[in-house]
């Protein structure tokens, strides 16, 4: 379920990151200059999504069992290592290296509590489920042609007045949307599908 909905998310949300930027902030002293900037710290942000969401998932997987040390000790590595790519990316990248060492650092967590659990026997990854992740990434690999298919040009962007921007991007994730809906049908997903990976 959090693929299900965190990768159509997260992949959105950096294929349409200047169209929002542009929709919440450009107005007053936020430039065109400004979205582009923005935009790129967006994106690196955005690339972390469906690793933060995982680790909401499976950190459960050791407070129900009691185990609270465990989660906190590969919080305490990814946070070091946080710091780490911080000052690695930072000195490359600039206030985009930080976002990109926050994602990364998101990834080093959930991959630990996943091999942990793993490992433990808890929880392991079937078939089944590598199937139904496969033809999920399909459907929004179609979601992301059609949104970039249909994506303006920034610069038509730029000449359209604020109510103009609001229509357009209510559109492309209304459009976004219903092409994700359509792929997982034609690939065959049903609600049932989404139960029989979970289990």
Known sequence: MVILLGLPAMLGL???????LMVL???????PHDVDQASLSLLAYASGLLNFML???LAPGYYSRQDTKTPVKYGIIAMASNMVFNAIFAYFYGYVGLAMATALSAFINMALLYRGLHRQNVYRITKKTIGF????????????AVLMWQLQDMQQWLSWG?????VSLTVLIGLGGLTYLAALLILGIR?????????
Do not use: C, N, Y
């Open 14 to 20: 950096m294929v349409l990151a200047k169209p929002m």
């Open 55 to 57: 680790i909401k998932v």
């Open 162 to 166: 604020l109510s103009e921007r609001i």
């Open 133 to 144: 992740v496969v033809r999920l990434v399909m459907a929004v690999a179609a979601m992301v």
């Open 191 to 199: 609600p049932k599908d989404v139960k029989a990976a979970t289990d």
């Open 25 to 31: 902030f450009m107005r007053g002293e936020f430039t």
